[in-house]
Structure formats: structure tokens, C-alpha cells
């Protein structure tokens, strides 16, 4: 089988592996060309996924064409911040016949879409699939059993998914709620910056499970209030994510928070990364979309206010344990 994935991130680099590892013909697309060169000289991606080899059958390159031409499959992992004009570049060389996967986390800035309903609209596709789940790129380079979930309307394409993706160490299940799974994706970034944040100002393990489990209740309500199944919530695109970005040592954004629990300010933290932290971003999106939509995103507000009005950590702190008292 013949497997583009667009984006040379952390993330598309693990899925090319994975793929290229179970013996399909996969090419790898970098926006740029610079980098691309540099990556086919030393056969690594040191940038986004340091220490892992790339197979010299691993096709690398800038040129959209190419990489997506006579493609089955076509997988999709810029961050979402540039997701749309990357989209927009690959107009009319993406079509309907393949099968189009998206594995990027959160919302469009301007449009407050799903990345899924994004790749629809701009290739005039009729499904993309997401793909999401408790899945740190660095453990599955490295061949850690991981599982994740398959989302679309469209049951036999999550399914196709689920056939092409699974094997020994990475275990596919399927949704037809990819609301659910994009949105559990694009919140949970968010959280973990304030479960960051609450580390990095060295609180403990009490205050980690109090963010973790309302700010569960805050996806769901979320979810719910954007069309998607507040069960979903419940699986890997939802809790088992939030599980993951909020304890691990691999997460970018909870790195994020930590800093800005320590006191640092947002633009030296962000001036001093490669790496996307897509809760920034995110953080924006879910705090102007819960206004609209009416829901109470207490935790993800203050995550934006650390982030965007210059909030400090114990002014948040403190707004968070004096507001009203209420039912669970
Ligand atoms: N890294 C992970 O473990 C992981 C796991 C699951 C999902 N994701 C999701 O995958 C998506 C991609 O994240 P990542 O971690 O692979 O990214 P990354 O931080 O590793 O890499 C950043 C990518 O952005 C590209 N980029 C930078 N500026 C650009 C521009 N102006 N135009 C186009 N592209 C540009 C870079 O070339 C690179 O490919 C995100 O939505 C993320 O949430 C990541």
C-alpha cells in the first residue's frame, strides 16, 4: 500500500515509521525544503523526534505532488495552527478515491472547526478520519504498546483505519463520534498546562487529581454542547489523553504550564521551544467558543488568562478556590 503522511512533526514522523514498519511504501511531506534535505542527508529527525533512524526506504520530501500522487492513503499532521493553509496547498491533489486520516489535536483559530470538518471543506472531501488517543510520538518510535481510537461518521473508513494502523504494539479501536474524539483532543492540551502550572508552583498530587477530574467534567461538557457523545469522554481520545498530557514528562504543554507556574512569562517560554504547544493556541479557541456556546470552562478560562491576560498563577489559584460553592 502507498502512504503519504503530510507533516514531518514528531507525529507524523512516528506514524510514517509505524507504517513504513509494517511494509507499505510511505512518503513523508515537510513544509520545509531546507529541513526535508537535511533529514534525507542524515536519515534522522532530530528537530521533532530526536534519536530515531529514518529507514532509507522512507521517502522524504517538499514536493506535494509527489508525495501524495498514486497515494491509498493520505495521513494529516500539521499542527493545527497551520492546518489550514497546508490544507489549502494540497487543493485539488488530495481526492474522494483515497483514504484521508487526520492525526492533528485541536481547533482552527479562525474558524473555531474541527480538523476533520477543515480537510472536508478545503479538499472537498466527503470523510477524514481522526485518529487520537493517549499517544506520545517518542513511546511509539520506540515501539511501547500503545492504543488509540479511530473516529468518523463513516464506520467502514475508521474501520480501514483500524486494519491499516494495527499491529503488535499499537491497538486500534473505532468511534463514530469523531466530535467527541477531536474536541477530547483539542481540550486536554488545555488542561494540561493548568495541571502543569500546579506542579510547577509545587503543589502535589491533590490538586493534580482535582484538575484532572473537573476538568473531565469540563470536556464533557463541552463535547456535549458541540454536537459530540459526552461517552466518549470516557474512552482514550478523552480521559486516557488527559491521563497521558497531564502526567507525563513528554508533554509540551504541560512543560508550558509548569513554566508559567514557576513564574516565567508566556512569550519567553513559547520563544524558547521548536516544538508546537498546540494548549496555547487551543486555549484561545475553547475560551471564545465556550463564551458562544454557553458553557463553564472555569479551568480552561484561567488557562487563558495565564496565557493571554497576563494572569500570574496565584491570582489563579485563588480564582479558582473562592468561586461559588456547588454540587459535584
Ligand atoms: N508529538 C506527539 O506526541 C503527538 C501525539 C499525538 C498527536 N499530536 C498532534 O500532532 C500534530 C502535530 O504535532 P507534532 O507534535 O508532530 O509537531 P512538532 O512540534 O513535532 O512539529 C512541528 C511541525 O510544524 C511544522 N511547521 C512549523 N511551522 C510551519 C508553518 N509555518 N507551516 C507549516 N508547517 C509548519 C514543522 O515543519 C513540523 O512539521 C499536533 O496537532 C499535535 O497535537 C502530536
Given amino acids: 500500500m502507498k502512504i503519504a503522511v503530510i507533516g514531518d512533526g514528531g507525529w507524523g514522523t512516528a506514524n510514517a515509521?509505524?507504517?513504513?514498519?509494517?511494509?507499505?511504501?510511505?512518503?513523508?511531506?515537510?513544509?520545509?525544503?531546507?529541513y526535508i534535505e537535511e533529514m534525507r542527508r542524515t536519515r534522522r529527525n532530530d528537530k521533532f523526534l530526536k534519536g530515531v533512524a529514518l529507514p532509507e526506504s522512507l521517502v522524504l520530501t517538499s514536493d506535494r505532488a509527489a508525495a501524495v500522487s498514486g497515494a491509498d492513503v493520505v495521513v494529516l499532521a500539521p499542527p493545527s495552527k497551520y492546518f489550514a493553509p497546508v490544507m489549502e496547498g494540497f487543493k485539488g491533489l488530495v481526492t474522494n478515491g483515497q483514504l484521508?486520516?487526520?492525526?492533528?489535536?485541536?481547533?482552527?483559530?479562525?474558524?473555531?472547526?474541527?480538523?476533520?470538518?477543515?480537510?472536508?471543506?478545503?479538499?472537498?472531501?466527503?470523510?477524514?478520519?481522526?485518529?487520537?488517543?493517549?499517544?506520545?510520538?517518542?513511546?511509539?518510535?520506540?515501539?511501547?504498546?500503545?492504543?488509540?481510537?479511530?473516529?468518523?461518521?463513516?464506520?467502514?473508513?475508521?474501520?480501514?483505519?483500524?486494519?491499516?494502523?494495527?499491529?503488535?504494539?499499537?491497538?486500534?479501536?473505532?468511534?463514530?463520534?469523531?466530535?467527541?474524539?477531536?474536541?477530547?483532543?483539542?481540550?486536554?492540551?488545555?488542561?494540561?498546562?493548568?495541571?502543569?502550572?500546579?506542579?510547577?508552583?509545587?503543589?502535589?498530587?491533590?490538586?493534580?487529581?482535582?484538575?484532572?477530574?473537573?476538568?473531565?467534567?469540563?470536556?464533557?461538557?463541552f463535547v456535549f454542547a458541540y454536537g459530540g457523545a459526552p461517552e466518549t469522554v470516557g474512552g482514550l481520545a478523552g480521559v486516557g489523553d488527559?491521563?497521558?498530557?497531564?502526567?507525563?514528562?513528554?508533554?509540551?504543554?504541560?512543560?508550558?504550564?509548569?513554566?508559567?507556574g514557576r513564574g516565567e512569562k508566556i512569550d519567553d517560554?513559547?520563544?524558547?521551544?521548536?516544538?508546537?504547544?498546540?494548549?496555547?493556541?487551543?486555549?484561545?479557541?475553547?475560551?471564545?467558543l465556550a463564551a458562544k456556546l454557553g458553557v463553564e470552562m472555569p479551568i480552561c478560562n484561567l488557562v487563558y488568562a495565564l496565557c493571554y491576560e497576563n494572569y500570574n498563577a496565584a491570582d489563579a489559584v485563588s480564582a479558582m478556590m473562592n468561586r461559588d460553592l456547588k454540587s459535584e
Fill in 269 to 288: 517560554i513559547l520563544g524558547s521551544m521548536q516544538m508546537v504547544a498546540e494548549g496555547v493556541w487551543n486555549a484561545k479557541v475553547v475560551h471564545d
Fill in 100 to 221: 484521508v486520516v487526520s492525526l492533528t489535536k485541536g481547533l482552527c483559530e479562525k474558524t473555531n472547526k474541527r480538523m476533520t470538518e477543515l480537510a472536508q471543506e478545503i479538499l472537498g472531501l466527503s470523510n477524514v478520519v481522526a485518529l487520537a488517543g493517549p499517544t506520545h510520538a517518542e513511546e511509539v518510535a520506540r515501539g511501547i504498546p500503545t492504543a488509540i481510537v479511530a473516529a468518523c461518521a463513516d464506520e467502514a473508513a475508521a474501520k480501514r483505519v483500524q486494519k491499516i494502523w494495527s499491529g503488535p504494539t499499537f491497538r486500534v479501536y473505532t468511534s463514530r463520534d469523531p466530535v467527541g474524539v477531536e474536541i477530547g483532543g483539542a481540550v486536554k492540551n488545555v488542561l494540561a498546562i493548568a495541571v502543569g502550572c500546579s506542579d510547577g508552583m509545587g503543589f502535589g498530587d491533590n490538586t493534580r487529581a482535582a484538575l484532572i477530574t473537573r476538568g473531565l467534567a469540563e470536556m464533557k461538557r
Fill in 242 to 260: 488527559l491521563i497521558v498530557t497531564c502526567t507525563s514528562v513528554h508533554s509540551r504543554n504541560h512543560f508550558v504550564g509548569e513554566r508559567l
Fill in 17 to 34: 515509521l509505524l507504517l513504513a514498519g509494517y511494509g507499505h511504501a510511505v512518503s513523508l511531506w515537510g513544509a520545509f525544503p531546507e
